[in-house]
């Protein structure tokens, strides 16, 4: 069973994570659409916004212009049988 | 002795975000919970992202742009989306950009696809350049997100790769075993691999399998312009908008696949590259990425360490 959250029930853990109270873990954001948004109110007097935040959590090797670079993926040949699942256009 | 063999990894498949869903377990008894949070998942993410449903805060956001500039303290979730949205359209240099809500309204594309495949009256194609992915600003300190009017917001390039990326990562926090995510196509995996890796089919548009290549660990996503098309009054229409002219990019591929560290920047590789056309061999070998490229004409070309098929 899982450990992190022996602690509680699955219904308990699956209604906080919907309520955005669990976090998605590396990336140290919530991950669930809590809050309301308040469109069309006021931002707060000492807000600085700023275009295309720099605030980043990538880590790893990075290619020449960004992107971070792994191996390839490898042939699984033809007599393997059914794959696990299918990356198809959507 | 007794010797156990590892149980074969168990999937389920179920709809969400208009797409078919699978989460596939290699203890198959980790597999009811894990499907429990995706699911939760993509409904928190429906909510605040979907472009269809008009209680979605993104629809929201769009509706007030419509009106006039907006000025928006944005959930976590949605903020979320939008910070790797940005970060996707700097990475690209507005390739990808989530600012083509409105180009996609102008070729058609303004409801649930089912919908627009199915209405009697053919839309016009009116093209809508992009008023740029740098003209939209995300405090993510405060939430706060600004939009000039006239800008509508749609994350469909990076929204369900990035879900797939977390719920890889979460699945393996709280459970045990190793997972794979498929959110319609955009595939993550972490945690324990099966022996040899995931085996993935590369799915071509007519649905046949185009090869079966095994993931170590990277993630996969497809971009296609074959499907989700539709007729307007001037031409058949897809879904892979051009920022730069605001319709839907040359057919030059019928689809893109790439093999990436995440779903978000394997995704972010396909669209660029449909957008790219002519141009997209060259600039997936600049970044180092590797990718299987369907031609129209039906001929296949790997470029980056893509593996030629192998019998």
């Known amino acids: ?17 919907a309520a955005g109270l669990v976090t998605a873990g590396l990336t140290g954001y919530l991950s669930a659409a809590a809050g309301a948004t308040h469109t069309g109110s006021p931002a707060p007097a000492e807000s600085t ?6 605030t980043s959590t990538d880590s790893g090797d990075r290619g020449p212009s960004g992107f971070h670079q792994s191996a390839p993926v490898t042939s699984a040949g033809t007599n393997t049988g059914a794959p696990a699942a299918s990356t198809r256009g959507s | 002795m007794t010797v156990v063999l590892p149980a074969e990894p168990a999937t389920a498949c179920f709809e969400a975000i208009g797409t078919t869903n699978s989460i596939v377990a290699t203890v198959p008894d980790e597999l009811p919970d894990a499907v429990e949070i995706a699911r ?30 907006v000025t928006a303290i944005v959930s976590p979730l949605l903020a979320r989306l939008l910070d790797t949205a940005l970060r996707v359209g700097r990475l690209t240099d507005g390739l990808v950009d989530p600012t083509v809500g409105a180009a996609l309204v102008g070729v058609g594309y303004d409801d649930d696809l089912a919908a627009v495949l199915t209405r009697e009256q053919l839309p016009a194609r ?12 995300l405090d993510l300190r405060t939430r706060v997100l600004t939009m000039p009017r006239g800008m509508l917001l749609d994350l469909g390039a990076t929204g369900k ?6 719920l890889a990562r979460l699945l393996t926090r709280d ?17 324990d691999l099966p022996q040899g890796g995931w085996p993935v089919g590369v799915q071509g ?20 312009t074959a499907l989700r098309r539709w007729r307007t009054r001037d031409g058949v229409a897809h879904h892979i908008i051009d920022p730069r002219t605001g319709d839907s990019a040359e057919p030059v591929w019928q689809q893109v696949t790439c093999g990436a560290p995440t779903a978000v920047e394997a995704n972010t590789a396909t669209t660029a590259a449909v957008v790219l056309g002519e141009q997209a061999p060259q600039w997936l ?11 129209a004409d039906g001929t296949l070309v790997r470029v980056g360490g893509w593996p030629q098929e192998r019998s």
Do not use: K
């Open chain 1, 1 to 17: 069973m899982p450990t992190t959250r022996s602690w509680i029930s699955r219904a308990t853990w699956t209604t906080l994570t």
């Open chain 2, 161 to 166: 790769a990035l879900l797939a990326d977390d």
């Open chain 2, 175 to 191: 459970l045990s075993g190793g997972f794979l995510v498929d959110l319609g196509g955009d595939i993550a995996v972490a945690g």
């Open chain 1, 49 to 54: 916004t700023q275009a295309a935040s720099t």
């Open chain 2, 205 to 224: 548009p007519d649905g046949r399998c185009l090869q079966v290549v095994r993931s170590h660990g990277q993630a996969l996503a497809t971009s296609s």
């Open chain 2, 126 to 137: 009116r093209p809508y350049p992009s008023l740029g992915w740098d003209r939209l600003r």
């Open chain 2, 40 to 69: 939760a998942y993509l409904a928190a993410l429906d909510l605040a992202a979907s472009r269809f449903r008009p209680d979605s805060e993104l629809s929201r956001l769009n509706e007030a742009a419509r009106r006039g500039p």
């Open chain 2, 285 to 295: 070998i600049r970044h180092g990425l590797a990718a299987l490229l369907l031609r």
